[in-house]
């Protein structure tokens, strides 16, 4: 009974990430499939085929490249001006918090559609080229926000004191910032960082009407499925993925190298000196 | 740099011009003609005018209520079973991930790398009336044996949850993941049941992070149309139906712009009952 | 305070790096609208042609469409192919906005269904250039069926892509033959297992059609009975719900019965499940046309020498082998049957003279009939 109650939550831990893979299983798994017609719906047997020739469909390569492209890009540059803002709204009193607060949730509760319309409408009256750069425009623009939530929900409960004590012992104002204040916000911005790349990759009207000629892969997914809905958009998909889990479990595996070695040298931990820096004019 | 000490006054606007910079151009002005396009009137064919047609929003209300209800229904249900459904996840990962935590995190978020489209394939898949799941809910009597999951309330709601449960998750673990640990060991110390501790302290403390995953989905979920389009029938339609309708079938820009509107205003007027609630400085820190 | 400007460094010089990562793009956007001609006049050497994706050939090995090979070998003309219509109505969206002010959209030829309101919509705004007819000399290929379409009588604007049928498809496994739509509307045996498209015309057209209506002459009281046929359906839950192509993988799964359904879909799919079976209604089916059209200033000659291209049967067979849909071109069939029999004896694609004049289109004018249309969206819950 006491082993129960302890792993419990273990317990459900597997069963809710069962749950959130279980369609992301099926996806892989008819990535695998070998389908006689044009449409993926029904097991017909197992093939390598589909990951070896990926980019049999025209159109799809290029679709996934400029969907990590712009989702890179655009990921980057909201979470930057996401977490400097939240960083205003939460430390700083400033005429028109209010306002920024409102602005901030408004284009969330906008529907997509007529998000994308009303700015390719003014893309079009500022005669903007449709593209690459509208698209990245467009993300950022609507990542923003979630950013800035995200972050927020971090900044609120933090703990000054630890930026006091760092400052009490002779730190800058930039350095307790570089070695206090950002390391513990690493993963409030990481998270706001995932959850902005799976917006950007995701999205499907905006980038509908600011694309241009431009496709993305959600473009090329929805207008390739009214003929055909292939395996290799199962493969693609299953590869970004993969690749993403690949790149965590390296990112672990190279911060136990790292830990190890910090434990052989002892003096690689910072030292008093170094966090007594004058201030740079 | 010692300019920025003598003006200190100056660095939140700082902070703020990029970001608000960008939302200003590329989010208020469109807004804007938005809002001038709500007050015309006209048809596409003979063409639009600037009329201040104010009567958009009031048959924009009184045609589709029921569609601004179901949404904000099926927004809010779907809204606490993500709550409800990820909190324990995120604590586990929290408090139990270890230096795994990032990984798990990928796993939230991963869903979301597989397109819309084909994520909803496969749960069509799922969830098939000659699937296992089915088969299963009819076999324990919870379904009738003419029973199905899909094309119905329950199919878009489950949809609309399962979309936005990253959005949930996220923002919890942000603020889940600061907790120190000896917090609880003190609340144990003085004698606190685990219960106690998980009510009294991090329940408490992870409030900012409850507020910011409901507003994270509630508030898009509350617009959405594609899940009520793939996965429901006629009577599931949710106001982000109606808006789709209005732009692309109707080509009613006014009845499309001033829907939106008020889609808007009913969220906003929803954030303000629950910063109240909650306590605003929940919310803006 | 230092980090504050940095990190606002940080993304000014972001921003730069992606301004240099678009500047190709920019600029072959420029030199795409430069190359083309606007209105009539000679032919311009680049055809910029939107279609629909997976809507041509394409060579798996060479990762090429051969016939737009061959007509860049033949003409000299190059051709910007974009695959980034997904859809008619966002679309026309898309493209209604450069349209409404007069300028072109920096293509030459695009692509619209004729179950949409959107071709006849086109021409009466007047924001489709004629076509060259001088240089379509083989337009003569046009099968009879397609000469005169309600929104484009004369062929003056616009010449066939191609066809597909929307008749009844049901699943063996589950169901007996549904030949009418009355079955697929009243039967209970097919409660809750059947689905109709959200395309008015094709859904519409049918009921009409089994009503005994003419859909290419729509009134009030034609639109009216039809409808209440379907909003009857819907409420006693007859009709499952109302669909794009995705009562596709329902249909083969057999959660559906029937489905109110395009032939095209049909061929891919009895390629998955035998068990499924397409035909045409007892009292009829409809037709759907992607028509090819020239975007207000487009090049009319150029796109007219690429349509007559298109318009030969050597060429139009290449394409029906891998599209498989209903090709517009008299003589495809026994050009096709030379080389892939199989696929030439497909009456889902090469449909019989008998099937043809069983299947009708939709009125252009009823397409555009706000009401109707209102009507139509608020039996669809919107």
Request: glycine fraction near 8%; proline fraction near 5%.
């Amino acid at each position: 009974m006491r082993w129960v109650r302890k792993h419990l939550l273990t317990g459900y831990a597997i069963l809710a990430f069962g749950y959130l893979m279980l369609p992301v299983a099926v996806v892989i798994l008819f990535s695998f499939n070998a389908p006689a017609g044009r449409f993926n719906y029904v097991w017909e047997g197992f093939t390598l085929d589909n990951w070896i020739h990926w980019d049999a469909v025209p159109g799809i390569r290029d679709a996934v490249v400029k969907s990590l492209e712009v989702g890179i890009v655009s990921t980057i540059a909201a979470t930057a001006l996401g977490t400097v803002l939240a960083l205003a709204i939460v430390r700083h009193r400033f005429r028109g918090r209010g306002f920024v607060n409102v602005l901030v949730f408004l284009p969330m509760s906008t529907p997509e559609i007529v998000l994308g319309a009303s700015l390719l409408t003014m893309f079009l009256q500022a005669q903007v080229v449709t593209g690459f750069v509208t698209i990245f425009i467009a993300h950022v623009m609507f990542i923003v926000s979630y950013v800035v939530v995200t972050v927020k929900a971090r900044l609120i409960d933090f703990d000054r004191h630890l930026e006091e004590a760092a400052m009490d012992l002779g730190a800058g104002e930039w350095t307790t910032f570089r070695l206090i204040t950002l390391p513990l916000l690493a993963p409030a911005i990481l998270s706001a960082a995932l959850l902005g790349f799976a917006l950007s990759i995701d999205d499907f009207v905006i980038t509908y009407f600011v694309s241009g000629p431009t496709q993305t892969f959600p473009l090329f997914v929805w207008g390739a499925a009214r003929v055909s809905v292939p395996p290799q958009v199962n493969v693609v998909a299953s590869a970004i993925f993969l690749v993403a889990i690949l790149v965590m479990i390296g990112n672990v595996l190279w911060g136990l190298r790292a830990r190890r070695a910090r434990e052989t040298m002892p003096h690689a931990v910072p030292l008093p000196e170094q966090l007594h820096q004058p201030e740079a004019a | 740099m010692t300019f920025l000490h003598r003006h200190k006054w100056l660095t939140p606007y700082l902070l703020l011009l990029p970001g608000i910079a960008w939302l200003a151009v590329f989010f208020l002005v469109p807004l804007g003609f938005l809002g001038y396009q709500s007050l015309q009137s006209g048809s596409f064919e003979s063409g639009y005018s600037f009329t201040w047609e104010f009567s958009n929003y009031w048959d924009a209300i009184s045609t589709y209520n029921e569609q601004l209800i179901r949404s904000f229904l099926y927004a809010g249900i779907a809204t606490v079973i993500a709550l409800l459904v990820a909190y324990p996840l995120v604590y586990w990962i929290a408090f139990r991930g270890g230096r795994w935590k990032n990984l798990f995190l990928i796993l939230i978020v991963a869903p979301l790398f597989v397109t819309y489209l084909v994520r909803t394939l496969a749960w069509l898949n799922i969830l098939a009336d000659e699937g296992p799941i089915v088969n299963t809910l009819k076999t324990l009597g919870i379904l009738g044996s003419d029973g199905r999951l899909l094309a119905t309330g329950f199919a878009v709601v489950a949809g609309i949850t399962y979309n936005f449960l990253p959005f949930m998750a996220l923002p919890l673990y942000v603020s889940l993941e600061q907790i120190d640990s000896r917090l609880l060991e003190a609340a144990e110390d003085l004698y606190a049941s685990k219960r106690q501790a998980f009510l009294r302290v991090t329940l408490p403390l992870s409030a900012p992070g409850i507020v910011a995953g409901t507003l994270l989905t509630f508030i898009p979920a509350a617009g959405d149309f594609i899940n009520a389009q793939l996965l429901g029938t006629p009577r599931q339609s949710m106001v982000g139906n109606v808006i789709q309708s209005k732009f692309l079938e109707l080509i009613d820009y006014p009845a499309a712009a001033s829907l939106s509107f008020i889609l808007m205003a009913l969220i906003l007027a929803a954030l303000l009952v629950y910063a109240r609630a909650v306590g605003t400085e929940r919310l803006t820190g | 305070m230092t980090m504050r400007i940095t990190r606002r460094e940080l993304v000014q010089r972001g921003a730069a790096g992606v301004t240099i990562l678009s500047l190709p793009g920019l600029l072959a956007a420029c030199g795409g609208s430069s190359s083309g001609g606007g209105g009539g006049g000679e032919v311009a050497d680049t055809l910029r042609f939107s279609n629909w994706p997976l809507y041509i050939d394409y060579d798996e090995k060479t990762k090429k469409h051969p016939t737009l090979d061959q007509f860049t070998q033949k003409t000299g003309i190059k051709v910007d192919y974009f695959e980034d219509i997904n859809d008619n109505a966002s679309y026309f969206a898309k493209v209604q906005g450069p349209l409404s002010q007069g300028r072109g959209i920096d293509r030459d030829i695009f692509v619209f269904t004729d179950s949409s309101r959107y071709p006849q919509l086109l021409v009466s705004k007047e924001w489709v250039e004629p076509l060259d007819k001088d240089k379509i000399p083989n337009i003569s290929n046009l099968i009879d069926a397609q000469k005169s379409p309600t929104f484009d009588p004369d062929r003056t604007y616009s010449l066939p892509w191609q066809s597909g049928m929307t008749g009844i498809a049901w699943n063996e496994d589950v169901t007996g033959p549904v030949t009418s739509i009355q079955q697929l509307l009243e039967d209970p045996k097919l409660k809750g297992k059947v689905t109709m498209l959200t395309e008015m015309a094709d859904s519409m057209g049918l009921v009409m059609l089994d009503s005994g209506d003419d859909p290419s002459v729509v009134t009030d009281e034609t639109f009216d009975k039809a409808i209440g046929r379907v909003q009857k359906a819907v409420d006693d839950g007859q009709i499952r719900r109302f669909t794009g192509n995705d009562y596709a993988q329902p249909l083969t799964k057999g959660d559906l019965a029937a489905a109110v359904a395009w032939s095209g879909d049909v061929v891919q799919l009895l390629a998955s499940n035998p068990k499924l079976k397409w035909a045409i209604p007892e009292k009829g089916a409809m037709i759907w046309t992607d028509n090819m059209f020239v975007p207000l200033e487009g090049s009319s000659p150029t796109a007219s020498t690429y349509m007559n291209f298109v318009y030969d049967p050597k060429i139009q067979a290449q394409i029906a082998a891998y599209v498989n849909y209903v090709p517009p071109v008299k003589g495809t069939r026994e050009e096709l049957a030379k080389t892939d029999p199989e696929t030439a004896k497909n009456t889902l694609i090469f449909p019989s003279d008998e099937m043809l004049s069983e299947v009708h289109s939709f009125s252009g004018e009823a397409l555009n009939n706000e009401d109707y249309i209102q009507k139509w969206q608020t039996v669809l819950g919107a």
